[in-house]
């Protein structure tokens, strides 16, 4: 049998083309996210935790530091400015001295390390409010949080909940969250589980316009949870 070579042809799979690059108006999407801790009230899950995320009103500088001193390494952050197009912006990082970004982020969609691992909680704020967060030595935001960009379309093909905290006596709530540029917010898909593991792979992917905020939220029907959401999908050029 004839072995195909790929090369910098297609492979006639779109997600896997996506990723190497043979689409040059698409792109992969992956959210990994972990809350430690969820009570009996909605949370949003990322890896800063306690309640519902707060999204900026509008671009602001943001501010980064860490409780580690050690922590003295760069770091990429990507998000969107203030007409939600894409941004980034690598900044290197003081530790316990707060450090600013000379871009303006009305979104933060990811972040990460360039080098090294961090030692301590790295928080990125404004006015006293947490929108992005790494937590001690992960080295990358854990968040189910992600705005789409202007110009473009996310087709969510995948949602993972997981929980190893949950039993018969304890389950899990879980619910998707879109915010709709000048529009409605909208809670839905709600479910609950009592094993490991809730997953959906829809045959039809869910789509999300451009300029639309998306999370995931999770509660305890008692006590408190661990919960770990994943969703992936493909952010289309439209």
Known sequence: MAIQVLNGSSSRNVYLDAVRGIHPDCSGVHRFAFNDAVGIDYETIWDNGGGIYAYPASAFIMTAVSTSAADTMAVLISGLDGSYMPISEQITLAGLT????????????????????????????NGGITYGHISATYGVQQSTVYTVPAGHTFYMTQIDITSGTIGPNKYGFGRAVLRFFNGPTLRFFESTFVTSQLKYEPPVPFKIPQKTDFEFQCKSSSSENQFTVYVNGLLVKE
Not at 101 to 124: H, V
């Open 98 to 125: 707060p450090v600013d970004t000379t871009k303006s982020f009305l979104r933060i969609n990811d972040i990460q390390l360039i080098t090294g691992s961090n030692a301590g909680e790295i928080s990125f704020t």
